[in-house]
């Protein structure tokens, strides 16, 4: 069964700080994919990447990075120099792939999810 | 282009009642899903359309139906309603997009059960 954990419930640093989320997740698939969502205080889910098991790329966009790396099982997204509107929940998510020959049809397994607050 | 839609944004039930949430899509998606959000568990699948016909049972489907009532739209029904299924439920379509399946998020149902 997949699992995906997030370990930090809640995160608080001051504004300009840099900020870094754990994900660490299990599969046993070998083909699978990992998503953050943001989720601010207006309650909507905001899709901020997805990272397919066979890059292991880091990715930068903006002021957010993320960090994937297989041997430690574990995507982790950083935030440099935090800003009081990147307070929100964030989940990480993963799906088994389409072609794994499962019958997964994209269901999302999610993480508990970190609560960021950013103080100005 | 409105997405995913759902209906209502908030409602009150009490224990026993029963009502249908309704969540429709306009992307032409094949699949579709209900998940629910409660504090500190993230959200849980509770079933899945893989395609117009097809429902299945997700983690937490125990007390919920499902009717996938064409390609559109997906409901979630509570026959009888308890206070452990006060939640946020949100839905969300897919489609299969370089290999993996890309889902788009409603705007959540906020649903109390007293």
């Known amino acids: 069964a997949q699992k995906v954990t997030q370990a930090q419930t809640e995160i608080s640093v001051v504004e300009k700080e840099d900020v870094t989320l754990d994900c660490v997740y299990e599969t046993r698939d070998t083909t699978y994919y990992l998503f953050w969502y943001k989720q601010p205080p207006s309650g909507e889910l905001v899709f901020l990447i997805r990272r397919n098991s066979f890059d292991e790329q880091n990715e930068i966009s903006g002021r957010y990075s993320w960090n994937f790396q297989k041997s430690t099982s574990s995507f982790n997204f950083t935030i440099t120099a935090s800003q009081v509107v990147d307070s929100a929940v964030y989940f990480c998510a993963l799906s088994e792939g389409a072609n794994a020959g499962g019958t997964s049809y994209g269901k999302l397994t999610f993480g508990q999810g970190t609560i960021l607050t950013v103080h100005p | 282009n409105a997405g995913v839609t759902q209906t209502p944004k908030f409602q009150v039930l009490k224990t026993g009642q029963s009502m249908t949430l309704q969540c429709a899509q306009d992307m032409n998606h094949n699949s579709m899903y209900w998940y629910r959000q409660d504090p500190g568990m993230g959200l849980r699948l509770i079933y899945y359309s893989a395609s117009e016909g097809t429902t299945d049972k997700g983690e937490v489907p125990n007390g919920y139906n499902v009717s996938r009532l064409n390609k559109r739209e997906f409901s979630l029904r509570l026959e009888s309603a308890a206070p452990s299924q006060t939640s946020v439920y949100f839905c969300?379509?897919?489609?299969?997009?370089?290999?993996?399946?890309?889902?788009?998020f409603g705007p959540g149902t906020r649903l109390t059960v007293t």
């Open positions: 969300a379509s897919s489609e299969m997009w370089q290999g993996a399946y890309e889902q788009y």
